[in-house]
């Protein structure tokens, strides 16, 4: 099987496009890497690169995009709405298909020693690459951002996964770590009420008791005259989309409210969307190799 | 988009597996050409390859396949349980991405021409591919077989598309042609009766007024205890599972009886899972530019 493994860099430079596109250029020159896409906010002056590759290709996609990045992005003349700390911000690691989130864990390390080694940027491991709890969540990790982690680091409990014992003059601090893919799912309901959009969020998310890699909130959907329940799927494997589905229905129906529909926004695994077709057809043996083009991804690894 | 279009050739050889080898193994060294399975049925002296490829690696592989089948396949000598009129004997040709029924006309016309004209052999469109509703069904084609086919060719009306007016001495005749993809889908039902199983059959399926693109029939499941309604769906884009999935559902409930469960059998386009994912999710926007790995196969034509 051959294995894709997505990366999804956040770099602190959304408002110059050539700056961005010199960057994005870099990565996609390194060998083995398929750069889908750039996303830039000029309002957050940030960018999100998404590419995908075997371990190999985004070992060299990321080290590309370092190079790159490092010399163009300074972080002492920049603004944004976004909290930073870093030049490159974070680098998740997410498995598709053909490797495991400890496969990306291991990634995440050997990266996080060459960024140090290579930079001297210091890096911190997160998500479910953190060496403990208090270092899984990025926010906690940001907190401080570029202009207070000099500070910060004097903690002895900030010390860095890899690297110098203070952040990069330019470039800050950089948190690198595996997460599962995350979904960005919405489910619109047909009522103009914002309140039963947030009851529905409350319940089904995991803070609320919902679903454990649910995250979850209400969102008036004004133009439509309908409300949404905006939902972040951070590990469809284990929470899928059907079953949050069918758990929003039933408690929309508790109001009388149907389900106008839903939408994935962005990227998704195909799994994620053969779970639920296997789901509702009751399939009982239904295997990635049985969908055709899936296959064709895995036969090149042994073509001749 | 990348091209994608499957080619299911059967070859009148089932018996010697040195020399199905021999003749997959020429389809596989084709430039472009993605062979991704050979099933051999001896009873039926019959093998079924299936390999994928853009509109050159079909031509390149199909190519191949008459050069080494040609001089391997004798049907003078040739006996065995399906009915067969060539040692290529039917050449279907499936748009599965980024190609159309219509661009699979267009090539099998191609391929007719270009195999008559090497090898002598008369070339009869099939399918979509047919000139005339009586040239559709290569049941109708095949009738008299190999043995029969010199005689049945001096009729005008058996005229072929391309090629010579009399069968090939040793290799007989070919059809070619396009269709749809065909998904062989079972639904397992909570009951030994197996006149429930053919009568759901029966309801679904076109010739007894049910839907278009369905063909049905009841199978007793005996070591599972339960009947099955056997399906082929020839055209999942206009006849979709779920559509066919909920109708036995319904049919079934009406003798008290549950689905068990269902089930593909072999190869299916990814789009015919989407659908059903996309049906009960109730999805507004789906695309398959938002599934990562179509999204992979798509960009490698462009990557640099």
């Given at each position: 099987m051959r294995t894709v493994i997505e990366c999804v860099p956040n770099i602190s430079e959304g408002r110059d496009p050539a700056r961005v596109r010199e960057i994005a250029d870099a990565v996609r020159a390194a060998p083995g890497v398929r750069l889908l896409d750039v996303s830039s906010d000029p309002a957050h002056n940030r960018s999100v690169l998404t590419f995908v590759g075997d371990a190999a290709a985004v070992r060299a996609g990321v080290s590309a995009l370092f190079d790159a990045a490092i010399p163009r992005i300074d972080l002492t003349r920049h603004s944004g709405e976004h909290p930073r700390m870093g030049a490159v911000d974070v680098v998740p690691l997410i498995p598709i298909r053909g490797a495991t989130v400890a496969d990306c864990v291991a990634l995440s390390r050997e990266l996080g020693a060459a960024i140090a080694a290579r930079h001297a940027i210091p890096v911190f491991l997160y998500e479910d690459?953190?060496?403990s709890e208090a270092r899984r969540n990025l926010a906690e990790i940001r907190k401080g951002e570029f202009e207070g982690f000099g500070e910060k680091m004097k903690d002895p409990l900030w010390a860095p996964d890899f690297g110098p014992a203070g952040p990069h003059p330019t470039a800050g601090a950089v948190a690198v770590g595996a997460r599962a893919p995350l979904i960005a799912y919405n489910i619109n309901l047909g009522t103009k009420d914002l309140r039963v959009a947030d009851a529905i969020a409350k319940a089904i998310r995991h803070i609320g008791g919902?679903?454990?890699?649910v995250k979850a909130m209400g969102v008036d959907l004004a133009d439509r005259g309908q409300v949404q329940v905006s939902i972040n799927m951070t590990n469809f494997r284990k929470t899928p989309l059907h079953r949050v589905f069918e758990c929003v229905k039933s408690e929309a129906a508790r109001y009388g409210v149907p389900i106008v529909g839903s939408e994935i926004v962005g990227l998704a695994p195909a799994d994620a969307l053969l779970m639920a077709a296997g789901h509702y057809l009751r399939l009982e043996n239904l295997s990635s190799e049985q969908i055709l083009e899936l296959r064709l991804l895995e036969e090149e690894e042994t073509a001749p």
């Amino acid at each position: 099987m051959r294995t894709v493994i997505e990366c999804v860099p956040n770099i602190s430079e959304g408002r110059d496009p050539a700056r961005v596109r010199e960057i994005a250029d870099a990565v996609r020159a390194a060998p083995g890497v398929r750069l889908l896409d750039v996303s830039s906010d000029p309002a957050h002056n940030r960018s999100v690169l998404t590419f995908v590759g075997d371990a190999a290709a985004v070992r060299a996609g990321v080290s590309a995009l370092f190079d790159a990045a490092i010399p163009r992005i300074d972080l002492t003349r920049h603004s944004g709405e976004h909290p930073r700390m870093g030049a490159v911000d974070v680098v998740p690691l997410i498995p598709i298909r053909g490797a495991t989130v400890a496969d990306c864990v291991a990634l995440s390390r050997e990266l996080g020693a060459a960024i140090a080694a290579r930079h001297a940027i210091p890096v911190f491991l997160y998500e479910d690459s953190a060496a403990s709890e208090a270092r899984r969540n990025l926010a906690e990790i940001r907190k401080g951002e570029f202009e207070g982690f000099g500070e910060k680091m004097k903690d002895p409990l900030w010390a860095p996964d890899f690297g110098p014992a203070g952040p990069h003059p330019t470039a800050g601090a950089v948190a690198v770590g595996a997460r599962a893919p995350l979904i960005a799912y919405n489910i619109n309901l047909g009522t103009k009420d914002l309140r039963v959009a947030d009851a529905i969020a409350k319940a089904i998310r995991h803070i609320g008791g919902g679903f454990r890699f649910v995250k979850a909130m209400g969102v008036d959907l004004a133009d439509r005259g309908q409300v949404q329940v905006s939902i972040n799927m951070t590990n469809f494997r284990k929470t899928p989309l059907h079953r949050v589905f069918e758990c929003v229905k039933s408690e929309a129906a508790r109001y009388g409210v149907p389900i106008v529909g839903s939408e994935i926004v962005g990227l998704a695994p195909a799994d994620a969307l053969l779970m639920a077709a296997g789901h509702y057809l009751r399939l009982e043996n239904l295997s990635s190799e049985q969908i055709l083009e899936l296959r064709l991804l895995e036969e090149e690894e042994t073509a001749p």
